[in-house]
């Protein structure tokens, strides 16, 4: 799957986001090295806390469907109704969660179009992680 693609589904992912109090919705299409890809979007709550960013629903529903192994993740973010001026990084929680499978090389892809994205490592954005082996 190229990037423009993995891009693609996250601006469709996008679409489903429930956000009634940020209005600020974030879709994410997470690629397994099996080639299978999974969307998220984020859903949020009046209560706040229980909200979840679109890229623990991709992780979560991908892992729940037995995928264990994953090689990039894009992820997308405006205001809604809006096109973005800056890229949507991942938040700190999900960082986290997704070193605990794709570890410091999964590709992360931040875009505010198809030809318009940031693409690095979660070893960049997450120095130092915390993960599987640290336990071993």
Known sequence: MDTKELIRRAFEARKYAYTPYSHFQVGAALLAKSGKVYTGCNIESASY????????TALFKAVSEGEREFAAIAIVGSKEGEVNSLITAPCGVCRQ??????GPDLTVIMAKSEEDYEETTL????PYGFGPANLA
């Open 49 to 56: 806390t229980p909200t979840n960013c679109a890229e623990r």
């Open 97 to 102: 969660a997704l070193y605990e499978f794709g």
């Open 123 to 126: 070893g960049a954005l997450l």
